[in-house]
């Protein structure tokens, strides 16, 4: 069942990707949700694309657009988590760097996630059976995290943490690298990173498809307290902050050198 259901997975982002591209192409307006964050008309189509797909498997599913509209189902132990574009203020700067995320989760951990980039088409899946890249002929080609020194970070152009300088010097950070959205996971997959540190808010829809290809390929996410990041907490679906790394090992590190970053600041 693992290869048919990240199939459908994968044809559902790619319906959205779609979707998202005729509204990138054009002129679109944007509005703002009540928390500030922004949306646009892609936002809202993609989703509806990515349901009507999804919905004859009767999975229960966590959508962004659903939960701003106040559609939240009973989701038991298995269910999707979905944003249906991840970086709406990367899409309105027209820089190419969002995504659509999709992920399943089974008994609060994501095993299945799918990862694509609209604009640029990098599409990246993972699973029991691992992580892989498709490339330019539609291949999957196997990824696997590198967490050798030296060490690069991830860090985003939209957000930013007075803690991160201070952190970047305990770990012996010797780079960084800017991208947006899912797209940071997706870095440290492949092996171009090491470490992402997140010290500012996310959802539970921002991060499950990033975490299912991040430790398929051998990497690890933890809150800052050690623990594994988990979904279907309920509540206003924050995520604590976290660590997200090349290797269990080097997240568990990492996420002791962010709880004293923010201590000292």
Not at 36 to 41: A, D, E, L, N
């Amino acid at each position: 069942m693992t290869q048919p259901l990240l199939d459908q997975m994968l044809a559902a982002a790619r319906a959205a990707a779609a979707e998202i591209m005729t509204v990138y192409m054009s002129e679109f307006e944007h509005s703002s949700k009540s928390d500030g964050s922004p949306v646009t008309i892609a936002d809202q189509r993609a989703e509806a694309v990515i349901l009507e797909l999804l919905r004859p498997l009767g999975i229960p599913f966590l959508a962004e657009e659903s939960v701003s509209a106040g559609h939240v189902p009973e989701l038991g132990r298995r269910f999707f988590c979905i944003d249906p574009l991840d970086g709406t203020k990367e899409f309105l700067k027209r820089n190419g760097e969002f995504t659509v995320n999709i992920a399943l989760v089974e008994d609060g951990r994501p095993t299945h996630g799918v990862v694509l980039a609209p604009a640029s088409g990098a599409t990246y899946l993972g699973g029991p059976d691992g992580a892989f890249e498709i490339n330019a002929r539609g291949e999957k080609e196997p990824i696997r995290t590198n967490s050798s020194h030296p060490m690069k970070v991830v860090a985003s152009r939209s957000h930013g943490h007075a803690a991160l300088r201070q952190f970047c010097d305990a770990m012996i950070v010797v780079d960084d690298v800017s991208v947006g959205s899912s797209l940071k996971f997706c870095l440290l997959a492949r092996g171009e990173a090491q470490l992402y540190p997140r010290f500012t808010p996310t959802c539970e829809w921002d991060t499950a498809a990033g975490q299912a290809i991040l430790e398929a390929a051998g990497g690890g996410i933890l809150t800052l307290e050690g623990t594994p990041l988990t979904y279907g907490r309920g509540g206003d679906h924050l995520n604590p902050f976290f660590m997200a790394a090349a290797s269990p090992e080097l997240a568990a590190r990492g996420a002791a050198e962010m709880r004293k970053a923010l201590a000292q600041g």
